[in-house]
């Protein structure tokens, strides 16, 4: 049983990345957090075990794990990428370092740098995680939540104040837009995205694990990080409508034979055409609104305020920082939760905006002109 504290309460809905983080944020101020997750535990649960899904984490992210200590978890299991590694057609590869020697992304496992940061918050007296808690509606004046709890029952808590964490769909953000003049806006991209796993070869990896893998095709293309069992999470992006013709087996091996003949062996054929036929195509928004809190009650962060296309590697980078920035304010006004609110919606909003616009315009760059002469010389800080 944890201490009962008599702080200010604050409701965290979602306990992904930047709920998770919050609450050590939080937590570590004093505050009484309350961390609401639709999901079972992933720490427990049998669900989210066997695939490896990995994200890109930038110095943006790491700055913000590193201001509360947890930094080191991610050194010691993220795999060190100074580069991409380009995949031509014919198989040649050729590599571009990101930045300066020594300058590197990290590959880690999004699971577990999620359970990683749970367990950080848990492990404060005051924080207390409820998964299997959906927050089905809210009422702003009074700030209470209601939550359906493990699929059926529902509950009602109260909090002084509500953290939307709830990614791109968030539930916190549609209950705002009912009752105030928030201004937003939502881009569905014609691609899909489709995970692939490519397994170690004799215990090793299938490539060279120092590198982000792409291989650009103009109209789409695949890219492939390395997880730390050795095996290689690939996603490919593609347009719904050719992800729609590719029916069969054969469908498939013809495919990636005329498009990424050199990744065919790499997974072996009868494992690609599995994963292929197995996995489901995933949609990628992208989402801007303004302002990103309501008063000193509601206030909202990550994908839930700022959801991106993927290809600047940047919208879990941009979550975590968003935390890290709140806290600045937090610490800049007292904890006077109203001004720090307003300071953050203010100066955050133009710099998240702009890193949508530019992954949109990355999602261009990464496919068609990675390859090119033009993007060799052309100086960037992105992170695919
Ligand atoms: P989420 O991670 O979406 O977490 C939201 C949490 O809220 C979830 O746990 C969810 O279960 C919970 N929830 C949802 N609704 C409710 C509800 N009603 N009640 C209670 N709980 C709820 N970013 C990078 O920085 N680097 C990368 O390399 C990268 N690669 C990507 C690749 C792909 C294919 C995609 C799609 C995204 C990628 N991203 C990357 C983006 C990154 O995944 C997101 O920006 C990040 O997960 C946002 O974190 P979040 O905590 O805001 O939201």
Redesign the pocket.
Known sequence: MKEEVTAKRVAI???????ALNAVYLGSRGYKVDI????EDIRVSDKYKGRSIN???SAR?LAALEKVGLDQMVKETGIPMPGRIIHNLDGKTSFIPYGKKGQHLFSIS?STLNKDLLTAADNLPNVDIHCE????AMDIESTKLNFQVHGKVEKQVEADVIFG???????VRKEILKKTRLDYSQQYIPHG?KELAMLPKNGEYAMDPKGLHIWPRQTFMMIALPNQDKSFTC?LFMPFEVFDRIKTKDDVIAFFKKEFPDSVSLYGEEHLINEYMTNVV?S?ISIKCDPYHLQDKVIF????AH??V?FY???????LEDVRIFNGFLDEFHDNMGLAMQAFSKSRNVDAQTICDLSMQNYIEMRSLVSSKSFLIKKHVD?F
């Open positions: 809905v979602g306990g992904g990345l930047a709920g609401y997750e639709s999901k994200l890109a984490l992210g999004r808690h959906k927050l089905i964490n709830d990614g791109a769909h968030s539930v995205y996603t995933g990628m962060f990550g994908d839930a959801a991106m993927p590697g940047q919208g879990m980078n941009s979550a992170n």
